[in-house]
């Protein structure tokens, strides 16, 4: 939308980019202020309606266009939606919204119809487009890709009568939306739907009416934790930086989703970069911050996309800028790409990389409230604690800790994956079990396989076995079964996952990401990936000499993780052997599995198997003959071929490659 | 794919300090596809920065590549999600295709090929990026048709 909406004001409002209105907020909402005028009043509150969407005269078509979403071929059915409006001549608008949640279903298409609710459909490719949207706009919908119908928010919408709520979806029922609440449902790259909806009336409220103090003291006694991982209470950090007297502060937004497994900041920005935005304006407002920068991946263009528009479009409407709101408030915010280093997570190793130095972290104190980037005062928050404070501010800290657990209060996102029915985001209060969310939500494990465990909290986390799944999420608990909250990852592991190799897959992402600054971590992380490989290599591969050291090895595992942990400078590193305590832990018995009968109980680690013909269904096509790189199989086409066991390297390409199930692996 | 001229780049940074060295850094690769020397010698001289310190900064980043990449760029996810879900196996699928380890880049100028962390696509796992197009829920046997319908689009160009 190219004309701002306060253009439309009239004669007595003065608002302007350059000389901003305190109550520009209130006027976009309700009509301008200075006039006592009921009909602009009107007209402003009709399009606020049209905003959220209550009022449409045609229809509307929503479709799911984040990253997920074009993954799962959301680009193709955009253009087969704009092809089939074309060609029917059929005039309806085509919004394009981010990430609801449910990843799985991808593409999500919702279509909306004058006076009706919104009805969601799901796996909407492009070949459906055509069969789905001829009956949804006149209003009869193919119940196989039916989600279901978003619950009428006034009374002008009404429900469809035999169609259910998408509120009443098991997917849907168990979460609290309260970060994820616009996610999927509003135009992200339109800041004037993030204001219907009651967007930036926070910061009014802020730049209005309260003080610095205020703002910090009531985040703190909202019990808000940071959510990147570490869990201090952002409103006393924020205190801490206010407390400071400097010429210059610096508030950063951590975007750098390096935990691989999570992308719950990726959604939120690609969904609402508004609420990000706004958490973090009040944040720099508290602190008395005049500059921000945004720490955000690369690896994620459509984020950096959509927030370089949500900045441009507040920086118009002059809630970024000089003299905010007209309260003498300034902020500027730069977007800092990351460059890909898991350890520019860590607070101090992102400030040198702002800093434009290689990421590597220094000792504390001096915290970075105290000294941080360019060494001025400096907060750092995550992008899902700066999502939750505009509801705090409008709703007050006591409406936001009453959910939760004693210590832990509001909710959290997390990033469900792996091995369930329903993967995505999921935002559930504090104090839900683990089994609620991947049984209920998730749905538990497809085809009919056995749970086996949940990683959490990615490479510095653990995992929690079948025994503790009903184990209630907050900080503190997960602490007590070796995992920790961390992003928010979560990671579903079904019987066929080896743990072994789960750990061993944590320790290579862990001994590449180290920044190397000191010994226990550079050297410590090596030596256990090592270890571990040792634990998975055959027999056949290793010499007398090496299986001592495999031995020798496995006696020092537990040991030099304790060391790492004791030593190292770092987060990064103090929890690096996590994921190797944690699954030393829970599954001791597949350890042993592997040391000492020298198998793989899950078939995983492909050269601890021994692999075999099966005579009676081998066909002779030579396809795996010609796939093995160690020459192991022989046999003239159209006869049984066999495998040379002492050349067989144990690659397990012969396995993938058969078409007849021939090959057997033990 | 050198459609701008690198001063134009560095006049954008033109009384820059230190801190604008990973901007310029990623900009450059942006427009070249990777950091060649000269253009890092370049990068020194703008920043008044010795070329081992830009050396130092760009070797320590995973993003910053110093060889010349494919016309398409293909990168796998290694994320956690994707490697429960077998993207091992992806990932031997394309180089055994390819015939390139990550890193390098195949004879014809074609593909190059890198690991990435996490493209953050963790729900429809395994994924891989080829270009700007991400495809999801990739096995190790669609690789080839992934792959051979950018060599189609590639000679259907010429």
Redesign the interface.
């Known amino acids: 939308m190219s004309e701002y909406l306060f253009n439309r004001f009239g004669e007595g409002c003065w608002h302007q980019t350059q000389k901003p209105c305190p109550d520009l907020v209130d006027c976009l909402r309700e009509g301008p202020k200075c006039q006592q005028n009921e009909a602009k009043k009107a007209e402003y509150a009709k399009l606020m309606a049209v905003y959220r969407r209550d009022t449409i005269t045609k229809p509307v078509i929503y479709l799911g266009t984040g990253?997920?979403g074009?993954?799962?071929?959301a680009g193709k059915t955009l253009a087969a939606i704009k092809a089939y409006l074309n060609d029917k001549a059929i005039d309806a608008d085509v919004v394009e919204v981010g990430c609801i949640g449910m990843?799985?279903a991808?593409p999500l298409m919702d279509v909306q119809l004058p006076g009706r609710t919104r009805v969601g459909f799901t796996h909407v490719t492009e070949d459906k487009v055509a069969a789905l949207l001829d009956g949804a706009l006149k209003g009869e919908f193919d119940r196989e890709a039916l989600l279901g119908q978003i619950k009428p928010q006034h009374d002008g919408i009404k429900a469809w009568d035999d169609l259910p709520f998408i509120e009443d979806h098991d997917f849907f029922k168990p979460q609290t939306r309260w970060v994820l609440v616009n996610c999927g449902l509003i135009d992200p790259g339109s800041i004037e739907e993030y204001i219907s909806r009651g967007g930036y009336t926070a910061l009014a409220k802020v730049l209005k009416s309260m003080t610095q103090q205020e703002v910090c003291a009531e985040v703190e006694t909202s019990g808000l934790r940071g959510r990147g991982g570490a869990g201090f209470p952002a409103g006393t950090k924020w205190k801490f930086a206010l407390r400071e007297s400097s010429n210059q502060k610096y508030f950063i937004c951590n975007a750098d989703?390096?935990?691989?497994?999570?992308?719950m900041d990726?959604a939120v920005i690609e969904g609402d970069p508004h609420r990000m935005l706004e958490g973090m304006i009040i944040g720099a407002y508290a602190i008395g911050a005049d500059k921000a920068y945004v720490y955000i991946?690369?690896?994620?263009?459509l984020a950096i996309k959509r927030l370089v528009a949500a900045i441009e479009q507040a920086k118009a409407y002059g809630l970024l800028g000089e003299n905010i709101l007209d309260s003498g408030f300034n902020l500027k915010v730069i977007i800092?790409?990351g460059?890909?280093?898991?350890v520019c997570g860590e607070e101090t190793a992102l400030i040198h990389?702002?800093?434009?130095?290689?990421?590597m972290p220094r000792p504390r104190p001096p915290f970075p409230a105290v000294s941080g980037a360019?060494e001025k005062p400096t907060i750092i928050n995550n992008v899902e604690t700066l999502a939750n404070i505009a509801s705090i501010i409008n709703n007050g800290a006591s409406w936001f800790n009453a959910i939760g657990t004693e210590k832990s209060k509001g909710t959290k996102v997390f990033?469900?994956?792996?091995?369930v029915n329903r993967?995505?985001?999921v935002e559930v209060a504090m104090g839900t079990t683990v089994r609620q969310i991947i049984e209920e939500i998730g749905g538990g494990i497809g085809n009919g396989k056995a749970f086996k465990a949940v990683?959490m909290g990615?490479?510095s986390g653990g995992c929690i076995p079948q025994q503790h799944m009903d184990i209630e999420i907050d900080y503190d608990s997960l602490k007590k079964v070796g995992a920790i909250m961390g992003s928010g990852?979560m990671?579903?592991?079904d019987e066929d996952?080896c743990m072994v190799d789960?750990a061993k897959?944590?320790m290579d992402?862990i001994q590449r990401?180290s920044?190397g600054k000191c010994i226990p971590c550079r050297e410590g992380t090596k030596r256990m990936l090592e270890i571990l490989k040792a634990i998975t290599r055959a027999r056949r591969t290793e010499g007398g000499f090496q299986a001592l050291e495999r031995f020798k090895g496995i006696m020092y595992l537990q040991k030099l993780a304790e060391v790492i942990q004791d030593c190292s400078l770092c987060a990064l590193g103090q929890t690096a052997p996590n994921p190797v305590l944690s699954t030393l832990r829970w599954f001791h018995d597949e350890y042993e599995a592997h040391i000492f009968d020298r198998k793989c109980p899950a078939g995983v680690c492909t050269e601890l198997l021994i692999y075999d013909i099966d005579a009676e269904k081998c066909t002779g096509c030579t396809a795996c003959a010609t796939q093995c790189p160690a020459e192991a199989i022989m046999g003239k086409p159209k006869t049984p071929h066999y495998i040379i066991q002492d050349k067989c390297i144990g690659c397990g390409?012969c396995l993938?490659t058969c078409r007849f199930d021939a090959i057997t692996a033990k | 794919m050198a459609s701008v001229d690198i001063n134009q780049i560095l006049a954008k940074y033109a009384n820059a300090?230190?801190?604008?060295?990973?901007?310029l850094?990623?900009e450059v690769q942006e427009s070249y596809g990777y950091l060649s020397r000269d253009a890092v010698i370049l990068i020194g001289r703008q920043l008044n920065l010795p070329v081992s310190k830009i050396y130092?900064?760009a070797t320590?980043?995973?993003?910053?590549r110093f060889h010349a990449p494919g016309k398409f760029h293909v990168q796998v996810?290694?994320?956690?999600?994707?490697?429960?879900?077998g993207s091992a196996?992806v990932l031997?699928a394309i180089k055994?295709h390819l015939k390139i380890e990550p890193g390098q880049t195949t004879r014809d100028g074609m593909f190059s090929l890198e690991i990435?962390?996490?493209?953050?696509?963790?729900?429809?796992?395994p994924?891989i990026r080829v270009g700007?197009e991400?495809?999801?829920e990739v096995t190790?046997d669609k690789v080839k048709r992934i792959l051979n319908s950018y060599r189609r689009k590639e000679a259907a160009n010429e």
């Open positions: 990253t997920c074009l993954g799962a071929g990843c799985s991808e989703e390096g935990d691989p497994g999570a992308f990726r991946r690369a690896e994620y263009p800092k790409q460059a890909g280093a898991f990389s702002v800093e434009g130095k290689r990421g360019f990033a469900l994956s792996g091995k993967t995505g985001l990683q990615g490479p990852g990671v579903v592991m996952n789960v897959f944590f992402f990401e920044c390409s993938t | 300090g230190r801190d604008a060295l990973i901007p850094l990623q130092g900064v320590f980043y995973n993003q910053f996810c290694r994320g956690t999600a994707c490697h429960v879900k196996g031997e055994r990435v962390a996490c493209i953050g696509v963790c729900g429809l796992a994924v700007e991400v495809y999801a190790p």
